[in-house]
């Protein structure tokens, strides 16, 4: 079965009338006061900075809001017609981290689970799994175990899963976010052939504007402080609010950053370093990474490079000694710089390993522990030890420079993407690491927290650690990097300056 053969869905509408929504726990409204049409078939392209409520919206629109455990609602919000929550069977989402919509052990059923809810009949579910695989070029079969994926996999997944059910509304939280550029080409084509045969209703987030601009209608701009400042056609809105949009921190078309000057930095002193170093998953035959060479100095900024399944996720968390090498071994320079002998990383202890290696993990949920922002980034520093008058210098200047000060006492699993991306960051930074590793650092961030970030990193870079980050944004990289590591799917590409 292909896209063309599918039976096109009924688009559907969407109307919202001074419709709000305040989490539980929170003191201010993620979103107020919005008013918004949708007609049946509109493409919708959502615009705002980080913690505008973007996701909320989309959250509300899929009928996964309830205002329970103090969480409230104002206003009205419908999808033809209905309450959200009563018209589920109409709509198909795709969050901002895949990881969280994974529910089953192997690919196909997790499709098909999505099928069994929607009382699909059991002999149109397995075509349909198989239909929506291929459609998104899924690079394995049903009975890939899930766990195995690399975050790029885990999204072709979950577009896959969305396709199947075959919705009059789509919401699409970045999908491209975890994608390498041949991924994220693949999803905009497939989203273009999807609505030339489908045309459902579209509400879309994204911050890779000149490729999807040419699929939407219209857009919609959120302000930081959840109303909605900005609604027409996109030419009409990057031309009239440019000025207000830039300032709110929301990407525009075009936008390129320039690499940070260069400053005067000490001589690199290589950290940590990996000799043939390779990994593969149990159960698995072919290695997720094989025969690497690679040095992690000090003054220098690592940019590792290369298609989603290459292995950059697992490089960096061998170089967080956080997995143990199948083969070959990553050392610390610093050790034996000092005669320390050739103890790889991964057998430190985790007092000796949070001190001189900072870890930032593709999702950021999986590194919280607390449930207060101000908690987690406190742990770090009294799990070394330090006194409370340190930890309280760390956690303040932490909470001011990343611009999460007014989110100290949220749950952090509560934060929006970027927000998250940016604890998660804070957290790694908290225990004044010799050595940063990241995966995806700018994931979810809009313009401004994007150029904070390089700042942040590049400062860091230039006072002697040394950074190394896996990613798919040619831009920070490019702005960024001293070197460059490209990973093919099983070998080194080339290291270049």
Request: proline share 6%; glycine share 10%; hydrophobic share 45%.
């Amino acid at each position: 079965m292909t896209l063309a053969a599918a039976a096109a869905p009924r688009p559907a509408g969407i109307e919202a009338s001074g419709w709000g929504w305040r989490h539980a726990g929170r003191s201010s409204w993620a979103l107020r006061e919005i008013d918004l049409r949708v007609d049946p078939g509109e493409r919708i392209l959502l615009l705002g900075p980080s913690g505008a409520g973007k996701s909320t919206l989309l959250l509300g629109l899929a009928g996964l809001l309830a205002p329970t455990g103090g969480a409230e609602s104002q206003g009205r919000l419908l999808l033809d017609g209905r309450p959200p929550a009563q018209a589920r069977d109409r709509v198909a989402i795709v969050f901002q981290d895949p990881d969280t919509q994974l529910v089953m052990g192997r690919a196909g059923d997790d499709i098909a689970f999505g099928l069994e809810n929607r009382c699909v009949s059991t002999d149109a579910i397995w075509p349909r799994v198989d239909a929506a695989l291929d459609a998104v070029g899924f690079p394995y079969g049903r009975d890939r175990p899930t766990t195995h994926l690399s975050g790029g996999e885990q999204q072709r997944l979950a577009i896959a899963g969305m396709l199947a059910l075959r919705p009059g509304l789509i919401l699409l939280d970045e999908p491209t976010a975890n994608l390498d550029p041949e991924g994220s080409a693949m999803v905009v084509d497939l989203l273009r052939r999807i609505i030339e045969r489908n045309a459902p209703t579209m509400v879309l987030v994204e911050h890779r504007l000149e490729e999807v601009l040419p699929l939407v209608t219209r857009v919609v701009a959120l302000g930081g402080n959840g109303e909605l400042i900005a609604d027409g056609d996109p030419n009409w809105v990057f031309s009239r609010h440019a000025e207000e949009l830039e300032a709110a921190g929301v990407w525009l078309p075009g936008h390129r950053a320039a690499p940070l000057p260069m400053r005067s930095r000490a001589p690199a002193n290589t950290m940590v370093f990996g000799e043939r170093v390779g990994f593969t998953y149990p159960g698995e035959r072919d290695p997720a990474l094989e025969q690497v060479e690679v040095q992690v100095r000090s003054s220098e900024a690592l940019a590792i490079v290369g298609r989603n399944g290459a292995g950059k996720s697992t490089l960096a968390l061998l170089l967080a000694g956080l997995l143990r090498a199948t083969n070959g071994d990553v050392l610390s320079g610093e050790a034996l710089a000092a005669g320390r002998g050739h103890e790889p990383i991964w057998r430190w202890r985790a007092r000796d390993l949070a001190g001189r290696i900072g870890m930032v993990f593709q999702e950021p949920e999986h590194q919280f522990l607390t449930g207060r922002v101000r908690d987690e980034l406190s742990l770090g520093p009294r799990m070394l030890g330090l006194a409370n008058d340190e930890v309280a210098r760390r956690v303040g200047e932490l909470l001011d420079r990343l611009r999460l000060a007014h989110l100290a006492a949220a749950n952090p699993f509560t934060l929006s993407g970027g927000e998250k991306r940016r604890l998660s960051v804070a957290t790694a930074l908290a225990t004044a690491p010799s050595v940063l590793i990241l995966d995806e650092p700018t994931f979810g961030q809009d313009a401004r927290t994007w150029a904070e970030l390089l700042a942040l990193l590049g400062a860091l870079r230039d006072a002697g650690r040394a950074i190394c980050f896996a990613t798919h944004d040619r831009d920070f990289a490019r702005a960024l990097a001293d070197r460059t590591l490209h990973l093919r799917l099983s070998h080194v590409e080339a290291v270049t300056r």
